[in-house]
Nanobody
Framework: QVQLAESGGGLAQAGGSLRLSCTAS????????MGWFRQAPGKEREFVAAIGAWTSFVEYGDSVKGRFSISRGNAKKTLFLQMNDLKPEDTAVYYC??????????????WGPGTQVTVSL
């Protein structure tokens, strides 16, 4: 069973950038569509971005289109989320997960601990 761990979060100013990483252990993630999700305090978990397995297909949530970019690393166990032009409303805990149904339905398992992103004015 694949285990996922997110990293790269932190504090950024509005208009700044961060790059999140997702590292898999136990199994490669190359065969899976993968996605990023986020959850702000008091809110439901929200779809952010997805990338297909062995394809270049990508999808983004409306609130991040044109600002965020999802990609895979050359190693078959990494996933990235480049976040540019950050806004305070991007503040949330960010998670990666396997996409069970394209583009935004996540697997019920495999949730990692997440990484906190905080954007200040």
């Amino acid at each position: 069973q694949v285990q996922l761990a997110e990293s790269g979060g932190g504090l950024a100013q509005a208009g700044g950038s961060l790059r999140l990483s997702c590292t898999a252990s136990g199994s490669t993630i190359a065969d899976y569509a993968m996605g990023w999700f986020r959850q702000a305090p008091g809110k439901e978990r929200e779809f952010v971005a997805a990338i297909g397995a062995w394809t270049s297909f990508v999808e983004y949530g409306d609130s991040v289109k044109g600002r965020f970019s999802i990609s895979r690393g050359n190693a078959k166990k990494t996933l990235f989320l480049q976040m540019n032009d950050l806004k305070p409303e991007d503040t949330a805990v960010y998670y990666c997960n396997i996409i069970e149904r394209w583009p935004s339905e996540a697997s019920s398992g495999s949730w990692g601990p997440g990484t906190q992103v905080t954007v200040s004015l």
